[in-house]
């Protein structure tokens, strides 16, 4: 299995940024696809983006423009580098990696936007 490690939420105002980073203990050459998913109370896990390892990058309509994902390799880290950030994109979030050995989650980080 892929154990992975969620960091960098925190509580921020409405316009700012917060950087999440996700470590993973296997070498993310070896992780076909690492996707940050968000749960807000109540509501349903989402995706809010994902990478390949071909490097194929996949964000939902209500963060793109303001959310990038990026992956370094060499630190076996992908970034989630949140901006303009809204009361909206409250949530718990969530890294999962699928692999060769089957699908794994972080434990969340939480990202709290007041308004």
């Given amino acids: 299995q892929v154990q992975l490690v969620e960091s960098g939420g925190g509580l921020v105002q409405a316009g700012g940024s917060l950087r999440l980073s996700c470590a993973a203990s296997r070498s993310t050459f070896s992780i076909n696809t690492v996707g940050w998913?968000?749960?807000?109370?109540?509501?349903?896990?989402?995706?809010?983006?994902?990478?390949?390892?071909?490097?194929?990058?996949?964000?939902?309509?209500?963060?793109?423009?303001?959310?990038?994902?990026?992956?370094?390799?060499?630190?076996?880290?992908?970034?989630?580098?949140?901006?303009?950030?809204?009361?909206?994109?409250t949530a718990t979030y969530y890294c999962r990696a699928q692999s060769e050995w089957g699908t794994n989650w972080g434990q969340g980080t939480q990202v709290t936007v007041s308004s």
Wanted: proline share 4%; charged share 25%; glycine share 8%.
């Fill in 37 to 89: 998913y968000r749960q807000a109370p109540g509501k349903q896990r989402e995706l809010v983006a994902q990478i390949t390892s071909g490097g194929s990058i996949h964000y939902a309509d209500s963060v793109k423009g303001r959310f990038t994902i990026s992956r370094d390799n060499a630190k076996n880290v992908v970034y989630l580098q949140m901006n303009s950030l809204e009361p909206e994109d």
